[in-house]
């Protein structure tokens, strides 16, 4: 059975930092690939970055020069770093997994920017 979990969020400064998390089960080599997604409040949901099987990672544009998609096998762990957030950065934030049957979703964690 396919989760995904994700952790790291909450209320953060402006210009701060995060690691988000997220906990893979049964295991990253499953997955063709994974994602990292946001949705901000009244607006859709964006992808932000991606890392494939092989390991190639791949961001938005608009926000590649702030973000490190990275994981760790062993631990079944994908990670996102984020850097110099601002309020407009507040949102909840996804994994994602894709696989022949379908993409799969984590529940989100929530990243509030404070001014």
């Known amino acids: 059975q396919v989760q995904l979990m994700e952790s790291g969020g909450g209320l953060v400064q402006s210009g701060g930092s995060l690691r988000l998390s997220c906990s893979v089960s049964?295991?990253?080599?499953?997955?063709?690939?994974m994602s990292w997604y946001r949705q901000a409040p009244g607006k859709e949901r964006e992808m932000l970055a991606k890392?494939?099987?092989?390991?190639?990672?791949s961001y938005a544009d608009s926000v590649s020069a702030r973000l490190l998609i990275s994981r760790d096998t062993a631990k079944k762990q994908m990670y996102l770093q984020i850097s110099r957030l601002t309020p407009e950065n507040t949102a909840g934030y996804y994994c994602?997994?894709?696989?022949?049957?379908?993409?799969?979703w984590g529940q989100g964690t929530q990243v509030a920017v404070s001014s």
């Open positions: 994602s997994a894709n696989m022949l049957s379908g993409q799969y």
């Open positions: 890392i494939t099987l092989g390991g190639i990672t």
């Open positions: 049964p295991s990253i080599f499953e997955f063709n690939a």
